[in-house]
Every structure is written in structure tokens, then in C-alpha cells.
């Protein structure tokens, strides 16, 4: 049974630039949440997928999107990269009919220079 | 602002001792605090979690101690030994009544059991 999964496993990108990151969720789940987590901090929640549908947002700017597809695997994007955007990115899998836990993939490390 | 804080910011403690991590929140609605472990170039990974209807649970040599009047909560380790050495998270997430809301997590705390 795989579990979530992430490419790229590093990036690095200039500013200014645009990214896509990638997610396939673990099998049989059906919800995906997007994570930023910055060097020596907690991870933050940048929004969370689906039914192919943005269901709910933290405290992100709209250069941050995503995109959910039929088999339940997401697309991050970011727009406009900032050196800010400089971090790990984490995917979470879970499923809405069950309860709150979440399972995370090994995340993408971005690096803006 | 942080709704999550988390204590020590680092710990370190000898084989075989108590390992002790405590976290307050502010955010009543916050109904399923899991306590997260992450080891370098890794995600983090679920290690026990409770909701605010018992005081403890323990799974293991993990125990997650909850005071819901006081609105604060702790993962203490017992017998620490060096494969524990890693950073842990608490966090917190609201009952929406629908599966799992996003996580807010605690800073983390760097732990290192000393052989």
C-alpha cells in the first residue's frame, strides 16, 4: 500500500519564476492538503482539496494555487516566486468521511535563489 | 498569531529518561490534537493523538497528557533512547463535523537523547 508520495523531491527556482508541485494521495483517500514548512518552524496550511474543489484556506496569498484531478492526485502552484517561498512543501492525505487524521508524503524542498 | 505554542524549543535528555513536550492552545474549537515526529529530509509522521474528552492516552512509551480547562497538552516519552532523537510537533484541528481540517501546528521541539 503506497503511501503519499511527492515530485519533485528538491527544486530550485529563480524570483520571479512560477512552480508546479505534485502529489498522489495515499490509496483510498480522498482529500489532499498542501503545507509549507519553513526551515526550524512548524508546518502551515496553505489550503486542502476536494472533490476536485478548493475546501478550505489558510493564510496564503492567491499566488498560491492548486488544482485537484479526478483520482484524487493535486497540483501545487505558486506564482511570482518570493526568496520567502524558500522551504519544504508537505502534501497530506486523509479522508473526509473518516476522521481528522493525516498522513504526510516526504515533501519538496524549494529553493528560491 | 500562533494558536499553538509549543515548549522547550529544544530538549535534551538522557537514555532512558522522561521525555517531556508540552503545548497550550487558544482556540476553544480546537477539537483532535495529534502529536507529530519528524526526523531530517522526512515528513512528519503521526505518533498518537487524542481528543479533549479523555486526560490521557497512552500508546507505547508514548503517553499525551490534556487539561481542557487549563486548554494545554503534553507528550511525555518514557525509557528516551537515541532513535527517538527528532522533532516533534503538537497540533491542533477543529471538529467541522467533516474529516480533517488543516492542521495548525506548534514551532516544534528538537529533541536529542544523549546514549
Known amino acids: 500500500d503506497a503511501g503519499v508520495t511527492q515530485s519533485p523531491t528538491h527544486l530550485i527556482k529563480t524570483r520571479g519564476q512560477q512552480v508546479t508541485l505534485r502529489c498522489s494521495p495515499k490509496?483510498?483517500?480522498?482529500?489532499v492538503s498542501w503545507y509549507q514548512q519553513a526551515l526550524g518552524q512548524g508546518p502551515q496550511f496553505i489550503f486542502q482539496?476536494?472533490?476536485?474543489?478548493?475546501?478550505q484556506r489558510g493564510n496564503f496569498p492567491d499566488r498560491f494555487s492548486g488544482h485537484q484531478f479526478p483520482n484524487y492526485s493535486s497540483e501545487l502552484n505558486v506564482n511570482a516566486l518570493l526568496l520567502g517561498d524558500s522551504a519544504l512543501y508537505l502534501c497530506?492525505?486523509?479522508?473526509?468521511?473518516?476522521?481528522?487524521?493525516?498522513?504526510f508524503g516526504p515533501g519538496t524542498r524549494l529553493l528560491v535563489l | 498569531q500562533q494558536q499553538v505554542k509549543q515548549s522547550p524549543q529544544s530538549l535534551i535528555v538522557q537514555k532512558g529518561g522522561i521525555s517531556i513536550i508540552n503545548c497550550a492552545y487558544e482556540?476553544?474549537?480546537?477539537?483532535?490534537f495529534p502529536w507529530y515526529q519528524q526526523f531530517p529530509g522526512k515528513g512528519p509522521a503521526l505518533l498518537i493523538a487524542i481528543r479533549p474528552d479523555v486526560s490521557e492516552k497512552k500508546e507505547g512509551r508514548f503517553t499525551i497528557s490534556f487539561n481542557k480547562s487549563a486548554k494545554q497538552f503534553s507528550l511525555h516519552i518514557m525509557d528516551s533512547q537515541p532513535g527517538d532523537s527528532a522533532t516533534y510537533f503538537c497540533?491542533?484541528?477543529?471538529?467541522?463535523?467533516?474529516?480533517?481540517?488543516?492542521?495548525?501546528f506548534g514551532k516544534g521541539t528538537h529533541l536529542i537523547i544523549q546514549p
Open positions: 482539496y476536494y472533490e476536485e474543489e478548493e475546501r
Open positions: 482556540n476553544t474549537a480546537f477539537d483532535y
Open positions: 490509496s483510498g483517500h480522498d482529500t
Open positions: 497540533a491542533a484541528v477543529p471538529n467541522s463535523g467533516g474529516g480533517a481540517d488543516g492542521l495548525t
Open positions: 497530506a492525505s486523509s479522508l473526509v468521511a473518516g476522521d481528522e487524521t493525516q498522513y
